[in-house]
């Protein structure tokens, strides 16, 4: 049990950095009202989880405790649904409708391509 702790512990401090560093480069790079930070955080994090998932269902590599690091612990770390939904109460406050329903319906269904697109990757490879 120990073990699993410290395996989710440290993917998700890794995938907290990852994201930290994502959504200020994006944050800098393109500065405007939608978050694009986390909007493009959440959808690759979904697309990871898709490439792992599917790498556990092909290959004895990825085991249990490797999913646990990196789904648990690095995708855990690194999507950020709760800063999304804030992010979306925020757009609701400021007005900003148009972004809210992109932001908001851009996120989830993308975000479940992104997982199919995942699988789909790994099932070519």
């Known amino acids: 049990m120990i073990k699993n702790l410290l395996l989710v512990a440290f993917g998700g401090g890794v ?3 990852a994201r930290y560093l994502c959504q200020k480069w994006l944050g800098q790079s393109y500065p405007r009202p939608f978050p694009w930070g ?8 979904c697309f990871l989880i898709g490439i792992i998932y599917a790498a556990s269902e092909k290959t004895t590599f990825v085991g249990p405790q490797v ?3 990196l789904i648990t612990g690095f995708c855990g770390g690194f999507t950020t649904f709760s800063t999304f939904a804030f992010e979306n109460m925020n757009l609701l406050r400021g007005d900003d409708t148009i972004y809210f329903l992109v932001y908001a319906i851009g996120s989830v269904v993308l975000g479940i391509i992104a997982v199919f697109a995942g699988i789909g990757l790994m099932k070519l490879l």
């Open 15 to 17: 995938g907290s950095i």
């Open 38 to 45: 986390t909007f493009i955080v959440n959808l690759l994090g």
């Open 67 to 69: 999913r646990l690091l």
